[in-house]
């Protein structure tokens, strides 16, 4: 045993004697600012899906997993006992449809993710440790967004599956699987951040809730309103623009340009490529400022 | 000596580690290589360590753990610290002050998370302004606030936070579990923090900061919310981190008489202002003061005075002051014990008159006294540089 630490004349409280087991220090490595990242990253990863805590906790992020996929499965069970040569469905279409159950996961699960830490002021903890804010923003960020693809992704995936099973054009449903893939990933990041900078303004978990549902549905339905009234006052001109307002009809607008995908509104048409690419810069502008926001929103958090 | 122990721990302290040759080596070596070729190394340096270990017992003694040279913080309205100087040892240090002394804010700046406005700060021998994530490596910090999320267990938390430190998942179980344990956690560590007492919680609030092995812990005002026995069992814990884990303490509180048996340092502030930093050393342990009850008698129906004239006439000093609000209070004599043939006198006069001893312990001296303008002679104030 090692002497060199000076033992106390007096002793401690006997209270504290049960304790005495004797202290072993830590020789082992430290991993570092990289390593808490990604361990914040898989531990908010899992989180958001209810692994690692309470059973309560699982049941409604597996629940709406399961919505989001038996669609596909009724889909792909179709296609194959009846033979079809091309799915009832674009892969591109799928989360436009079942963009309802993608906004209640992330309003319930962006709180659960960011508002806790706020609320129990467990973040000071995270400060006093190697890691920087940009690590904390990027791990919570980067795990929204990946929650969100695994959620939106996995549909695409057992269409596909389910096209190949029905011996379909192997090559055409692979683009598309491409496409649709690429079009989720832009709607994850999109709708994460989203998600994030509203939850992460309050601590209170059922604000982060509402304010989640209300931004997302509200927008989508006040957009999709105008452009109706637009098409009837036959006011063509403004559609194309009035896309820029939601989240979804964001998504929509990009990928009916660039991905080959129908409009969502296809009695409207999709915007020109000129506008798709306004579209695009909206896209990557939010995104950008979702993470801008989150930064300042814990530059004064911290302790 | 060092006994490594299964999962690649090292009991004893870290300190003559530090200066061994090979475990230097073995801790540039283990940043590069897996996990388990780690622990063989550190399987092999045990036999060095049982070389190496005691040529280097006194190492830890005469390091300076925080400097701190005219540190200034100054917001837009007020001035949090003010050219503060500052030269802390190892082992525990008080930082004492009132509410909006400028405590939060040190704590703030000697993590590298707040920059001073003037002046600069090291600790562990590290700039704070430029190695801060290092810092914060090698430091622990238990806020004063509530931290902990109800609804997960504290073995759940504990270990997530020593992972957010940098500890591989394998040794960041199992030193949740040991710390754990050494902050007094059992079964309930299994159970949702809600439901928690505030001693425990502040204790899992310990556990987080110790769990990654820190060199120095600061400690934001622990003994916060807990009531008198919770308070006793915090600071005989503190004291532990010290004594018994080698890591330095430094923790703040608005009290300063609780830190007396806690703390070998003591720094005062005041309006971010340093007002003294002393030793408390000289009056918390080396004091000759005797404290002697005794039981009465049928022939000596006033044991205590008996024994007073009877110890005064073999020459015992006897104090004239009565200590008050602690048990016995009346019954107690004071008397000055310059050695142990004091107390085989006592011994031998109560047991002469036939009396029955009911304690005879060393007083301490209260820290107030450090601070009062009359203070004793012995007392050996370090000034601030």
Redesign the interface.
Known sequence: MSTQIPQPSQAAPDTTRIHNIGYRAYDGPRLGRAYARRSLFSQSLRGAYGLGRSAKSKVLPMLLFGVMCIPALIFVAVAVVTKQSKLSIEYTQYALYLQVVISIYLAAQAPQSVSRDLRFRTVPLYFSRPIERADYVLAKFGAMASALFILTATPLLILWIGSLLAKMDFAEQTKMFGQGLVSVALLSVLFGGIGLVLAALTPRRGFGVAAVIAVLTVSYGAVSTLMGIAFATDNTGAIQWLGLFSPMTLIDGVQSTFLGAPPGFPELGGPSTGAGVIYVLVVLALIAASYGILMRRYRKVGL | ??VT?PG??????????WKSPA?DL??RL??RLP?WL??LW?EK?RAVGLTT?VA??????GVTVIATESLSKRFPRVTALDRLSLDIGP?VTGLVGANGAGK?TM??IL?G??PATEGRAEVLGLDVQTSG??I??R???M?E????????SAT?FVV??A??????PT?ARE?TA?TL????LYEERYR?MGGYSTGMKQRVKLA?ALV??PKLVLLDEPTNGLDP?GR??ML??I??V?????ISVLVTSHLLGELE?TCDHVVVIDGGKLLRSSSTSDF???TTTLAVEVTDSDTHPDGTAVLRAALAEAGVTIHAGVEEGLPGAGHILLLEAPGEETYDLVRDTVAGLGLGLVRME?R?HHIAEVFRPEASPQHEEVPAR
């Not at chain 2, 690649?8 to 580690?17: E, I, M, N, Q, R």
């Not at chain 2, 010290?242 to 080698?246: L, Y």
């Open positions: 000596m060092n122990m690649g721990y090292v009991k004893g302290s870290s300190a003559d580690l475990a073995g801790e283990s940043s996990y780690v622990l550190s340096d270990a280097h017992t006194t190492t830890v003694e082992g939060s704590i703030k993590l998370l707040s994530a290092e914060r490596e430091v622990g910090y806020p606030h509530d931290c902990l999320p109800p609804d997960v759940e997530h936070m992972r957010m430190s940098g500890l591989p040794a030193r040991d344990r050494h902050v007094g949702p987080q990654h092995d026995v006793d069992e005989g814990l004291r532990r010290w004594t018994d884990f080698g048996r918390t342990r080396t060393q301490r």
